[in-house]
């Protein structure tokens, strides 16, 4: 049973305008949440997190946003660049521990 | 420069050759995890490890074995691989000086066993 989902496998955007990424999960004993990009032969890198006592979180062009209720998180960039292009990991820490569940990626696609 | 490096970047082998996957780290983090990456079910833990002589299994621990004799070292051990285990490997990091600190990855390790 997938407890982080991100059901968008693929997503293409116009350079400029706003990319948003969504995940869903089904655990409510996860306490921190966090985005990565990942390029093709490279690891996945850390983005940007939010802990489960907070709603949104911003760094620059990017912001995600957490909806307790909804089990639902998102990436919002804006605006999104070329070099956005990579796909994108949402991941889910379970409360008291150091495990993560991994969501299966969505391909961002930025186009010039 | 902070980092996790793992080695070798590529490998093919062959069913029952008994191989090691090296995973260092720099950044002095106590934790210290593997994950296997597959398409279509993201990245899955395979073993983690909490700080030196503590380890335990992750989601998908079945044929591999890890070992943490040193805080910066935690190799990935295939026993007797075999082609289900053909995958794209990761070992990460992380401190738990802070509630709230990610993971940080190493650049992967692509397997192949036939």
């Known amino acids: 049973d997938q407890q982080v989902k991100q059901n968008s496998p693929s997503l293409s955007v116009q350079e400029g305008r706003i990319s948003i990424l969504n995940c869903d999960y089904t655990?409510?004993?996860?306490?921190?949440f966090l985005w990565y990009k990942k390029y093709p032969a490279e690891g996945p890198t850390f983005l940007i997190s939010?802990?489960?006592?907070?709603d949104k979180n911003e760094d620059g062009r990017f912001t995600v946003f957490l909806n307790k209720s909804a089990k639902h998180l998102s990436l919002h960039i804006v605006p999104s660049q070329p070099g956005d292009s990579a796909v994108y990991f949402c991941?889910?820490?379970?409360?008291?521990?150091?495990?993560?569940?991994f969501g299966t990626g969505t391909r961002l696609k930025v186009l010039a | 420069e902070a980092q996790v490096t793992q080695n070798p970047r590529y490998l093919i082998t062959v069913t029952g050759k008994k191989l090691t996957v090296t995973c260092s780290q720099n950044?002095?983090?106590?934790?210290m995890s593997w994950y296997r990456q597959d398409p279509g079910l993201g990245l899955r833990q395979i073993y983690y490890s909490m700080n030196v002589e503590a380890t335990d299994k992750g989601d998908v621990p079945e044929g591999y074995k890890v070992s943490r004799k040193e805080k910066r070292n935690f190799p990935l051990i295939l026993e007797s691989p075999s082609p289900n285990q053909t995958s794209l490997y990761f070992c990460a990091s992380s401190s738990r000086d802070r509630d709230n600190s990610p993971l940080h990855f190493g650049n992967g390790t692509r397997l192949t066993v036939t």
């Open positions: 950044m002095n983090h106590e934790y």
């Open positions: 939010i802990s489960s006592i907070k």
């Open positions: 991941a889910a820490r379970l409360t008291g521990t150091y495990k993560y569940i």
């Open positions: 655990n409510s004993m996860f306490d921190y």
